[in-house]
């Protein structure tokens, strides 16, 4: 079946530093993949997707690429900021789903330091 | 605007209770979802709506009635609930269910405890 696996947490950084969270997926067809943040008390919010290889999803100087020869959509940021500490879900949908199930990773939960 | 929006935001309830949780999105989406997430945990599946019908339902029990009355509102009735359904319920939507166009934007949810 269709799996997502991150990194696991949880990540502890100062501000300015860089950051990489690894996403690595097993999917049938080829699946479109998304990052989603969830900030504390809050739902999900769409950070980037990437619908086909060697696309690069991009937002907020988030970046994640699509790798299909590794599998992979690993998120990174060249300087973090206290605001954004939260949880990240890597997410995928597989290609040819006629329904649209997201299927999650189990979450990378990040703490900025000043 | 990607906006989604869930009423209640927080909801306590007596497990012989009768509640709904309602979804709202005025983006012309035909697909919506609702989602169930414990704490420190991924979202889970519960239900998927295209074109107001019900096409997947993730073997959730029948203490949860989802409801889509028209394109724009999604509705949860809860009845008789367990302590185990405490979680953060979430709903989303999406233009379609398929291909290209299934991005998947959620509401804030809303934080059911039942006791």
């Known amino acids: 079946g269709d799996s997502v696996t991150q990194m696991e947490g949880p990540v502890t950084l100062s501000e300015e530093a860089f950051l990489t969270i690894n996403c690595t997926y097993t999917a049938t067809g080829y699946p479109s993949l998304f990052w989603y943040v969830q900030y504390p008390g809050e739902g999900l919010q769409l950070l980037l997707k990437?619908?086909?290889?060697?696309d690069k999803g991009s937002n907020k100087g988030f970046e994640a690429t699509y790798r299909k020869e590794t599998t992979s959509f690993h998120l990174e940021k060249g300087s973090v900021q206290v605001s954004d500490s939260a949880v990240y879900f890597c997410a995928l949908i597989a290609g040819g789903t006629s329904y649209g199930k997201l299927t999650f990773g189990q979450g990378t939960i990040l703490t900025v330091h000043p | 605007d990607t906006e989604v929006t869930q009423t209640p935001k927080h909801l306590v309830m007596g497990m012989t209770n009768k509640k709904s949780l309602k979804c709202e999105q005025h983006?012309?989406?035909?697909?919506m979802y609702w989602y169930k997430q414990k704490a420190k945990k991924p979202p889970e599946l519960m239900f998927v709506?295209?074109?107001?019908?019900?096409?997947i339902n993730e073997s959730v029990p029948s203490r949860f009635s989802p409801e889509c009355p028209n394109s724009s509102l999604l509705n949860l009735h809860l009845h008789a609930l367990q302590p185990e359904d405490s979680a953060l319920y979430l709903c989303?939507?999406?233009?379609?269910?398929?291909?290209?166009?299934?991005?998947?934007?959620f509401g804030a949810g809303t934080r059911l405890s039942v006791l």
């Open positions: 983006m012309g989406h035909r697909a």
């Open positions: 989303a939507s999406s233009q379609r269910t398929s291909g290209g166009l299934n991005i998947q934007y």
């Open positions: 709506y295209s074109y107001e019908k019900l096409s």
């Open positions: 990437a619908t086909k290889a060697d």
